[in-house]
């Protein structure tokens, strides 16, 4: 009787304990594959013990220059800000990922990401000059001075 009771109430949806959760706090360890723009990486995670996956990391609270553009001066910009990236994961391919959650784009999640020495690659990007910082929401239309 309680299991029918149960069923009924979260189709309901007044049962918040079987609610699926947006967010996962992490940590979550990872390893890096490859970078993939100034603001993306290929990781190999391990969110349970001996559950492997590969899932493509937005890296939380910034936007890169995008490499596809038609401006020759935002790929150029786009090259810069991925070049720092893997300079900066170079020697610290294991990482940690937390405040997962998906991204507005399927297949990829968005993370805070925090390289194995401790320092948080969003931050440095944007303190060197070569990313935005982004809180999901519209971005604004980038220019070109070829234009």
């Known amino acids: 009787m309680f299991r029918v009771i149960a069923i009924l109430l979260m189709f309901l949806g007044t049962m918040p304990a079987f609610a699926a959760r947006d ?6 360890a990872a ?3 490859r970078v993939i723009d100034g603001d993306t ?3 190999s995670a391990t969110p349970w ?3 492997t996956m590969e899932v493509y990391v937005r890296i939380r609270g910034i936007d890169a220059p995008e490499i596809h553009s038609k401006c020759a ?4 910009a786009a090259a810069e800000a991925r070049q720092a990236l893997e300079r900066m994961i170079t020697g610290a ?3 940690r990922l937390t405040d997962i959650s998906g991204d507005k784009y399927f297949g990829r ?5 925090t390289l194995s020495d401790g320092r948080d690659p969003a931050h440095d990007l944007l303190a060197d000059g070569l990313v ?15 234009e």
């Open 23 to 28: 967010e996962i706090d992490g940590p979550v």
């Open 31 to 33: 390893e890096i594959i």
């Open 41 to 43: 990486l290929l990781v």
């Open 49 to 51: 013990p001996q559950q």
């Open 73 to 76: 001066e935002i790929r150029k």
């Open 93 to 95: 391919t294991n990482i």
């Open 109 to 113: 999640i968005l993370a805070n990401v």
């Open 132 to 146: 935005l910082a982004y809180d999901g929401g519209r971005k604004p239309r980038a220019s070109c001075a070829e």
